[in-house]
Structures are given as C-alpha cells and as structure tokens.
C-alpha cells in the first residue's frame, strides 16, 4: 500500500496562517521549543541519564499550557496521555521530543515510543480527517473527538528545530506518517558550557570504603 507525502507548510506566511487555523502562533511554539531546550540543557552530568529527555518534556508540557490555557484550552489526561485541548477548534495538542524535525526528507520519530493509548487518541480524532482539492487537510467533523497535533522538537548540540505536524493513524510504536507538517522554527545553538560541573566534581569528591 503506497503511503501519501504529508503538505509541508515552511513559508513565513503560508506557516502563520497554518497555525492560526489551530490556535496557535509562531511566537507560542518558539516558546516552548526553547524552554524545553533549556531545561535539557540545565541537566549536570551527575544527573540520571533519562533526565535531559525528561525534563526537556516536562518543561515542554509546562510551556505548552502556561502559554495556552489563558486562551481557553484546557488540561486533558485522557488514557495517561497528556494533552491540551481546544474544545472550539477541535484539537488536542501534544508535546513530543524527536529525534529530527523541519527535514522534508525525513519524518519525525518519537525518542519514546508511542502505546496503545496514543495510537487510539490518534486515529479517534484523525480518522475524522479528509483531504480537500488542494490537498490540504480538512477539519474534523464537528461533534468527533478532537484530532491530535504534535508539537515536534528536536536538539542537538547545534539546532533546535520545531514543527507542529499532524499524524496519521498508525500501527506500531512510531508515527508512520503526517497529514500536515508544519515548519516553524530552524535555528543554531550558541554552545552552552556549564560552568558548574568543576564545582560539582569538587563538592562530590566522595571516598568509598569498606564497612
């Protein structure tokens, strides 16, 4: 079975109003790209080595609904998958690290797989979804469960890069595809050195002996 291209939305323009149809702005998504960046980056090396992944989510999180539940989104835990909704727009926004965002060539996968739960809020609200003569996606019929956007960022020691792209229903662990991707922000790092980890070595010069 052949699997569609998804509709790249990377102009300025074109991605300002792609955004505006699902309530957000490129100003928010900044936002949260970068405040999970930093808290990933505010990790020590004494740290667990799940942290910067953790923390860069939970920031995420954070940013996502401190910047939109003022606008009248609320907080939803439907199956242990956090979301925010948008009752009047019919979406529900996720938060996702990737491994790579912004390359047309290449889909974003989730650095933690994905389960059955979010495979069923996926394909509850995108199996509403039709595609139009211009081959954009459609909204979602009004009365179905609100269809899924995700907010991809991804980090290296040079890039951040965020999308917000909409996934189709899928089988496994991953996404397998998107409706709609949206490229919103490509920018270089300025490399940042912690200047605290000499302290640290320092202050957690441990001895180890035997009882």
């Known amino acids: ?13 074109d991605v ?12 928010v998504v900044e936002k949260i790209a970068f405040s999970a960046a930093a808290a990933r980056a505010d990790t020590l090396p004494v740290d667990p080595s799940n942290a910067p992944g953790q923390l860069s989510y939970i920031y995420g999180v954070r940013a996502v609904r401190l910047s939109l ?19 009047k727009l019919g979406v529900r926004l996720c938060f996702q690290n990737v491994d790579a965002a912004c390359n047309p060539f290449k889909n974003p996968h989730a650095i933690s797989g994905k389960g059955n739960a979010s495979r069923n809020l996926v394909a509850a609200g995108q199996g509403e979804l039709f595609v139009n003569e211009e081959g954009l996606v459609g909204k979602p019929v009004i009365g179905s469960n609100p269809t899924v956007w995700v907010i991809c960022v991804a980090v290296d020691d040079a890039h951040i890069r965020a999308e917000v792209s909409c996934p189709e229903s899928f089988e496994g662990a991953q996404f397998e595809n998107f409706h709609q991707r949206i ?16 302290e640290i070595e320092e202050e957690f010069d441990v001895a180890v002996s035997k009882k």
Do not use: Y
């Open 1 to 13: 079975m052949s699997v569609s291209s998804p509709v790249i939305i990377r102009n300025e323009e």
């Open 183 to 198: 490229f919103v922000v490509d920018q270089e790092l300025t490399p940042i050195t912690q200047k605290h980890d000499l």
């Open 16 to 27: 300002q109003g792609a955004l505006q149809k699902i309530g957000l702005t490129r100003e």
């Open 69 to 87: 539940l003022k606008e009248g989104w609320r907080v939803c835990r439907a199956g242990n998958v956090e979301s925010t909704v948008n009752d």
